[in-house]
């Protein structure tokens, strides 16, 4: 079965950290570009970063660049998300999405967590 | 950054009817780089158009893409119950990807 786990959400005071994982089963995973995308309580979809297959291109949301730091473990099948100088803002369910080549589209998405920024 | 406008913001439509969304950009977006996907309460995104007009797998042919240039649309011919939903645009260009900020279908 093709899936994505993300695991890592929960509760961090402003100005602190949380790092995010997701991690993949059923896909070639070295094959593909991934993505976070985050969506806050009862709003629409953000982009947030993006890493090719290869960690050789890496893309940030201007809202969280110099505070997040995406990576990807091949070997391990797995994405992070390294989030520092959390914001109230930062609060949302956060996805991992696949990015074929083929397609040009998020293909596959996580079931996502859930990071709350509050004091 | 491309930006992307849907319209309408929600449409009050009945199982059966046709449901045309707009998804509008602020600059010219390459067909290739232009998605649609379902969203349906506390459940992941799904993803039913990319490059415009082609459907993903497993996505019934009721659903339909079309446009170019900075006009796109998705197509629902005849709505099922399970269509009732948020629907999003995404496009990626310069280093960016965008979602427009989703058109909610619902059952009138």
């Known amino acids: 079965e093709v899936q994505l786990v993300e695991s890592g959400g929960g509760l961090a005071q402003p100005g602190g950290s949380l790092r995010l994982s997701c991690t993949a089963s059923?896909?070639?995973?070295?094959?593909?570009?991934m993505s976070w995308v985050r969506q806050a309580p009862g709003k629409g979809l953000e982009w947030v970063s993006y890493?090719?297959?290869?960690?050789?291109?890496?893309f940030y949301a201007d809202s969280v660049k110099g505070r997040f730091t995406i990576s990807r473990d091949n070997a391990k099948k797995s994405l992070y998300l390294q989030m520092n100088s959390l914001r109230v803002e930062d609060t949302a369910v956060y996805y991992c999405a696949s990015w074929p080549l083929s397609l040009h589209a998020f293909d596959i998405w996580g079931q996502g967590t859930m990071v709350t920024v509050s004091s | 950054e491309i930006v992307l406008t849907q319209s309408p913001g929600t449409l009050s439509l009945s199982p059966g009817e046709r449901a045309t969304l707009s998804c509008r950009a602020s600059q010219s977006v390459s067909s290739s780089y232009l998605a649609w996907y379902q969203q349906k309460p506390g459940q992941a995104p799904r993803l039913l158009i990319y490059?415009?007009?082609s459907r993903a797998t497993g996505i019934p042919d009721r659903f339909s893409g079309s446009g170019s240039g900075t006009d796109f649309t998705l197509t629902i011919s005849r709505l099922e119950p399970e269509d009732f939903a948020v629907y999003y645009c995404q496009q990626y260009g310069s280093s960016s990807f965008t979602f427009g900020p989703g058109t909610k279908v619902d059952i009138k």
């Open positions: 059923g896909i070639t995973f070295t094959t593909y570009s």
């Open positions: 890493i090719t297959s290869g960690s050789s291109t890496i």
């Open positions: 490059g415009a007009s």
